[in-house]
């Protein structure tokens, strides 16, 4: 991670306000790279599909493609930002409950993945089928099953279900259907449940193996891995250290040995999105006042918790020091600019703090630029500090992006 100097904050701010995401995205690469040699130390048939929803910036789906990975999608949107960033449609896996059927229709005849979540997304797409007899579709099926994490999730079909059953009848018995993959994704991140997740799957493989004649290209275990973090934000997830071999251990491991002599074995695919965005981004904002209130102080920021967090939990925060007037706090709590009463950024800050002085907060890269709501601010740029000169990755919002959806 490039270090961020007085300097560097303040060439950056005259240049972009005071406000703004601060990426590095060799950060970014490199997480990739780390986590594909966990796993591939293991078994090597690994790649990925990366998460778009966690941050879509086009800079990094380019590193992802530029890697030979995939784009993991859940909307047309997102589908659109890969086709946009030059990723082919063989290299989109398409997820979620709810998909655009044209966007569905135009991924599947280009060769992109669909995974299947319902029998009545199936009952379409085998329609699509029959009415391109040329084209051979491949798809997918996301998976759910119990992996011991106190949750029924809602996403895929019950693996021991007659729909699930019936699903993949249908698959192998149409001629230009192909099984791309089987998939699931569990949210809880922690390695505990990755023994279960992948038996998990290897016991459906091979339900579908023996049961049905086929065999899929890709297991897809999803993403729900935690990156790389310091320990302060360790200690308030509440989690154990934790590594990517945790994972790799719980899962290419087992899949090393069971598919040690099948021939075609499976890629083991995963959707990381976590796990290589959270720590390649930081964002800045600046206080802009501070005030005593019944005793207790209180600084205001032109930043919000929105700009960071969509958990409530803020990571890690450090103060660089521009105020021309600072002073001592046993405990000062740094506020947002919205006004909900809970918008706070950082509670009970110790230390030396004035109006002027940046507060820089780290491991901002997953679900922060892409969940900021048009609430009160509109969103401040992203700037990439990877290279020898910044380089704007995302211009500041304005009125009118936001407004010409609007009527007046
Ligand atoms: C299907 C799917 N894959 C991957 C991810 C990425 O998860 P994470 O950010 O925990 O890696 C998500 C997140 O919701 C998801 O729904």
């Known amino acids: 991670m490039k270090a961020l100097t007085k300097d560097l ?11 703004f995401y601060i990426l590095d995205s060799d950060v970014f690469e490199e997480n990739c790279r780390n986590l594909a040699e966990a796993f ?36 047309d949107m997102e589908a659109k930002i890969a086709l946009k960033s030059g990723v082919k449609y063989e290299h989109i896996i398409w997820n979620g409950p709810v998909k655009n059927k044209e ?14 979540d319902s029998y009545s997304e199936f009952k379409y797409i085998k329609e699509l089928a029959s009415d391109n007899p040329k084209t051979t579709l491949n798809v997918g099926v996301r998976c759910n099953y119990e992996v011991g994490d106190s949750v029924i999730s809602r996403f895929g079909i019950d693996v021991d279900s007659d729909e699930f059953d019936k699903i993949l009848k249908e698959i192998a018995e149409t001629n230009n259907m192909k ?8 949210a809880k991140r922690s390695p505990e449940y990755w023994t ?36 302060s934000l360790r200690t308030q997830l509440g989690v154990a250290p934790v590594c990517f071999d945790d994972y790799a251990s719980r899962s290419a491991r087992l899949f090393a040995e069971y598919f040690k002599d099948t021939q075609d074995a499976p890629i083991l695919m995963l959707e990381p999105g976590t796990a290589v965005a959270a720590s390649c981004m930081r964002y800045v904002c600046c206080i802009e006042t501070i005030k005593d209130v019944r005793g207790k102080a209180i600084a205001s920021a032109n930043g919000s918790q929105k700009n960071i967090s969509m958990s409530g939990i803020n990571p890690p925060m450090e103060i660089i020091s521009c105020s021309k007037s600072r002073k001592y706090y046993d405990a000062i709590d740094i ?3 919205t006004c909900i009463e809970s918008d706070y950024l950082y509670k009970d800050y110790q230390g030396e703090l004035g109006v002027g002085d940046y ?13 900021k709501p048009p609430f009160i601010f509109t969103n401040v740029p992203v700037v ?25």
Do not use: W
């Open 9 to 19: 904050l303040e060439s950056l701010s005259n240049k972009y306000g005071t406000s």
């Open 40 to 75: 591939k130390k293991y078994y090597p048939l690994y790649n990925i599909a990366y998460s778009y929803k966690t941050n879509y910036t086009p800079k990094l789906v380019k590193i992802v493609d530029r890697l030979g990975g995939y784009a993991e999608v859940v909307s």
């Open 103 to 116: 966007m569905v229709k135009e991924v599947l005849l280009n060769g992109g993945t669909v995974n299947i």
């Open 179 to 186: 099984l791309a993959e089987l998939q699931a994704h569990f």
């Open 196 to 231: 279960k997740r992948t038996e998990g799957m290897l016991k459906v493989y091979e339900h579908v193996k023996t049961k049905f004649g086929i065999a899929p290209e890709r297991v897809d275990l999803g993403g729900g891995i935690f990156g790389a973090m310091p320990e």
């Open 335 to 337: 506020a947002g600019y």
């Open 359 to 371: 507060a820089v907060f780290s491991n901002c890269g997953s679900y922060s630029v892409v969940m």
């Open 384 to 408: 990439d500090i990877s290279g020898s000169e910044a380089e704007l990755i995302k211009r500041a919002e304005t009125f009118d992006d936001l407004f010409i959806t609007y009527n007046f």
